[in-house]
Nanobody, 125 residues
Framework: QVHLVESGGGLVQAGGSLRLSCAASGRTFSRFTRGWFRQAPGKEREFVAAFSWSGGSTHYADSVKGRFTMSRDNAKNTVYLQMNSLKPEDTAVYYC??????????????????WGQGTQVTVSS
């Protein structure tokens, strides 16, 4: 079992920044990688960013490319999502997911085995 806890969400004006954190605990001795997804009211969960299985690259959704940056601190078992130039359409609950196998693509939410509880991000215009 991998336990994920997100933090760092909040209310910010358009153009502002937030940094989300996702701390992992539990079965952290197993190999796994993480990704960020978000879900706005009435919409499906969508991909935001994720590390590749090898860890050598990072994938981003086109809608956040150039504005969001995903990073990690292995010593703390924590990944981050730095969000700059936020837009009202970025408003959503942001979820951190962990996957235990390579799978097909880190962009698919069904590839993930564990999820955090989510953190709300609200961007006002």
């Amino acid at each position: 079992q991998v336990h994920l806890v997100e933090s760092g969400g909040g209310l910010v004006q358009a153009g502002g920044s937030l940094r989300l954190s996702c701390a992992a605990s539990g079965r952290t001795f197993s190999r796994f990688t993480r990704g960020w997804f978000r879900q706005a009211p009435g919409k499906e969960r969508e991909f935001v960013a994720a590390f590749s299985w090898s860890g050598g690259s990072t994938h981003y959704a086109d809608s956040v490319k150039g504005r969001f940056t995903m990073s990690r601190d292995n010593a703390k078992n924590t990944v981050y999502l730095q969000m700059n130039s936020l837009k009202p359409e970025d408003t959503a609950v942001y979820y951190c997911g962990a996957r235990l196998s390579r799978g097909t693509s880190p962009r698919f939410s069904y590839e993930y085995d564990y999820w955090g509880q989510g953190t709300q991000v609200t961007v006002s215009s």
